[in-house]
């Protein structure tokens, strides 16, 4: 009896040795396999992957099926890009084919204005100028958007005053403001925030001119700035058409238009720009609004 427990005993424990070992060993593999995996995916995302690199004979079934989803997905990563490389090369061209056109256009209209005086013929030429400008903002909205997303103008933040940016947007916005009579108020701020300077001044600026456009004769456009922990708020407001509520979340969608709004200037570029503007300084945009007593838009700058 002593000698059955004795042999039981051993085998007991020499058969726990190599359970022991074989789940070691398991173990070892599926880090391996799972190390494989990691590396797979580490190279696809650093755009490094190579499918020649792993010999489907030495991999899993997983590891095959991981190896053929990341083949695919570098293949279209890479389709992609050429596509966004060609659709910014279009634009590009377009925009330095009709930058000679549209200048003479434009020229000979302003000569045509001078020079006649019949009425009919006058309103004709001020229609051409007006839709030849309107082809002008088209394209260089156009050109922005493309540069922007294919990040051809990387954006640079850094810490500095807010109030000379939002000052030089108002002053680019002077012009048309003056045409309608509407005053610009910008208050003052000892706020800073970090920034792309260029960039925020054609946020701001956009912002502003949408105000100018939907306000009434005579009113006035106030800019100011709100300061918190981690952003500093600058607001745009004004007194003009508002927006509904059903439409507010829309607004910053790119090329989107409200039915309110279609014999105004514009293709529905600017407020886009805005957010992707302010998204890309880890930043935001807000709007709130009242059908018919107006806006106060909102782009947040992080403070860093």
Known sequence: MGKDTYRQCMERVMFGKDEGQRNIKQRVRKAAKLNRLETMLEEALNGTFQESDYDESRL???????????????????????????????????????????????LYTQLLQEKETDPELLSIAENIREQSEKLHFLIQSLVKTSRLESEQFVLQPKKQPILPCLQTAAAGAEEGAAKKQI??????????????????EEAIGNLLDNSIKYSPVGSQVEVSVKDYEMFAAVCVKDTGIG????????????????????EEKGVGIGLYLVREIARRQNGYVKVKSEYGKGSAFFFYIYKG
């Open 60 to 106: 899993s079934r997983l590891e095959v099926k991981w190896k053929r989803f990341l083949t695919s997905s570098v293949s279209s990563k890479r389709r992609l890009q050429e596509e966004q490389d060609r659709v910014k090369m279009l634009v590009s061209d377009i925009s330095h084919q009709t930058k000679t056109p549209l200048a003479n256009i434009l």
């Open 183 to 200: 005053k610009i108020l910008v208050e003052t701020t000892a706020a800073e925030g970090c920034f792309d300077r260029k960039w925020t």
């Open 243 to 262: 927006i509904k509520e059903e439409e507010q979340a829309q607004v910053f969608n790119r090329f989107y238009r409200s039915s309110e709004v279609a």
